[in-house]
Nanobody
Framework: QVQLVESGGGLVQPGGSLRLSCAAS????????MGWYRQVPGKQRELVAS???????NYADSVKGRFTISRGSAKNTVYLQMNSLKPEDTAVYYC??????????????WGQGTQVTVSS
């Protein structure tokens, strides 16, 4: 019933910027936190950035100062502004949300993933 839909990935040159978007929809009671993870082949999925409903944020050390997570005016939306991109940022990026649905138990939900490729 609850779905997360991502957009904004693509190919960009080193030093460039991309903005990822994620929107949650469905029968939602409350969203406690939203965030972004990324994964490359052969490695574990890692946290990139997260933001709670209260506004606190958390960033991976590798992206601090370059990436910014924000919530939209519609509280079911989250963005990841990625600046000064590096080739090592290349990965599949996944949106995540910790949600209490209208019916069911609180759980993590995941987007479908969007490819970000940083290459010259």
């Amino acid at each position: 019933q609850v779905q997360l839909v991502e957009s904004g990935g693509g190919l960009v040159q080193p030093g460039g910027s991309l903005r990822l978007s994620c929107a949650a929809s469905g029968s939602i009671s409350m969203i406690y936190a939203m965030g972004w993870y990324r994964q490359v082949p052969g490695k574990q999925r890692e946290l990139v950035a997260s933001r709670t409903s209260g506004g606190s944020t958390n960033y991976a050390d590798s992206v601090k100062g370059r990436f910014t997570i924000s919530r939209g005016s519609a509280k079911n939306t989250v963005y990841l502004q990625m600046n000064s991109l590096k080739p090592e940022d290349t990965a599949v990026y996944y949106c995540n949300a910790n949600i209490s649905p209208l019916y069911g138990r609180r759980a993590d939900y995941w987007g479908q993933g969007t490819q970000v490729t940083v290459s010259s």
